[in-house]
């Protein structure tokens, strides 16, 4: 029997990824999460449960990681019963957070020292397509290292993209998150202005379908959450696309470029959390456009 995957991290995006792999995969998959519920829930479909995290890494040969953040990548991996404490030659660890990008090259190197390998994997789309395995995987890595892990990632995802070296994925992820942000803001602040001037918000986004403002953002996140007012929780959260905008902000203030358009998203998120938003999908930046508090 081929040895397990192993996957840490069970929430919004990483349940249904490692179901998708435990029923596609056609190998055991072992997997670890703070909380009991999401374990419960895949051991129907033949996921293993272990009872942490090193657990997981002496388990596995390769270990798929979903955390919220770096601060989260960090602790798992640096811990004195973490990863890294844990690790033995030949394995391999991917991440498939949005997490630093500096942060993420030098795990790899701390890796790499044991004879392990690493891969920055982080993942773009919805809930949805995360149930669907049709996700979008950007990853920086080696080509031996994708391709021993493209057979997994094909069981999440419909579109893989090798970005480069280490850190890439997350430098490509960031950028994507970064352009989807100011796009959502001005898709707020159109249907804001429109509604003033007594258009139907069904209308604009109808037309703007049809024309040169057309795009993924507008059809999802538009259609989808903005216009009819629906901003659940359990989806990728305001608080999230702040840390992630974040990321893409300090990399471009490392990098020596100023971005004006990514600040303008920051304020929008910022305001949104202020006002008692910060658990809800992050589309509800909405709500803000106009407000001066």
């Given at each position: 029997m081929a040895s397990p995957i192993g996957f840490i991290g069970l929430g919004v995006m990483g349940e249904?990824?490692?179901?998708?792999?435990?029923?596609?995969?056609?190998?055991p998959v072992v997997a670890y999460d703070m909380s009991s519920a999401p374990l419960a829930r895949l051991?129907?479909?033949?996921?293993?449960?272990?009872?942490?995290?090193a657990a997981v890494m002496r388990a596995a040969d390769i270990v798929m990681l979903c955390l919220p953040g770096g601060p989260q990548l960090e602790a798992v991996c640096r811990s004195p019963s973490g990863l890294l404490a844990t690790a033995r030659p030949g394995q391999v660890v991917v991440d498939h957070g949005t997490s630093p990008v500096a942060?993420?090259?030098?795990?790899?190197?701390?890796?790499?020292?044991?004879?392990?390998?690493?891969?920055?994997?982080?993942?773009?789309?919805?809930?949805?397509?995360?149930?669907?395995?049709?996700?979008?995987?950007?990853?920086?890595?080696?080509?031996?290292?994708?391709?021993?892990?493209?057979?997994?990632?094909?069981?999440?995802?419909?579109?893989?993209?090798?970005?480069?070296?280490?850190?890439?994925?997350?430098?490509?992820?960031?950028?994507?998150?970064?352009?989807?942000?100011?796009?959502?803001?001005?898709?707020?602040?159109?249907?804001?202005?429109a509604r003033a001037a007594g258009v139907d918000g069904a209308v604009l986004f109808d037309a703007l379908s049809k024309g040169s403002a057309d795009s993924f953002a507008l059809r999802n996140h538009g259609m989808k959450a903005v216009l009819p007012d629906s901003f659940p929780e359990r989806a990728f959260s305001t608080e999230y696309?702040?840390?992630?905008?974040?990321?893409?902000?300090?990399?471009?203030?490392?990098?020596?470029?100023?971005?004006?358009?990514?600040?303008?998203?920051?304020?929008?998120?910022?305001?949104?959390?202020?006002?008692?938003?910060?658990?809800?999908?992050?589309?509800?930046i909405a709500k803000t456009v106009g407000s001066t508090e």
């Open positions: 249904p990824m490692c179901r998708n792999i435990a029923t596609r995969s056609g190998r051991e129907a479909h033949g996921v293993a449960a272990a009872g942490s995290a942060l993420t090259r030098t795990l790899a190197a701390e890796f790499a020292a044991l004879g392990v390998a690493y891969a920055d994997a982080p993942i773009a789309r919805t809930r949805a397509a995360a149930e669907a395995g049709t996700l979008s995987i950007t990853v920086g890595a080696d080509p031996t290292t994708l391709a021993a892990i493209r057979p997994i990632l094909a069981c999440c995802a419909e579109e893989i993209t090798h970005c480069g070296p280490v850190g890439a994925g997350q430098v490509v992820k960031q950028m994507n998150n970064m352009v989807l942000f100011q796009t959502v803001a001005a898709i707020s602040e159109a249907l804001a202005v696309a702040l840390k992630d905008l974040a990321y893409a902000l300090d990399l471009a203030r490392e990098s020596g470029i100023a971005l004006p358009g990514a600040n303008v998203a920051r304020d929008y998120l910022t305001r949104a959390t202020e006002q008692g938003f910060g658990k809800l999908y992050w589309p509800v």
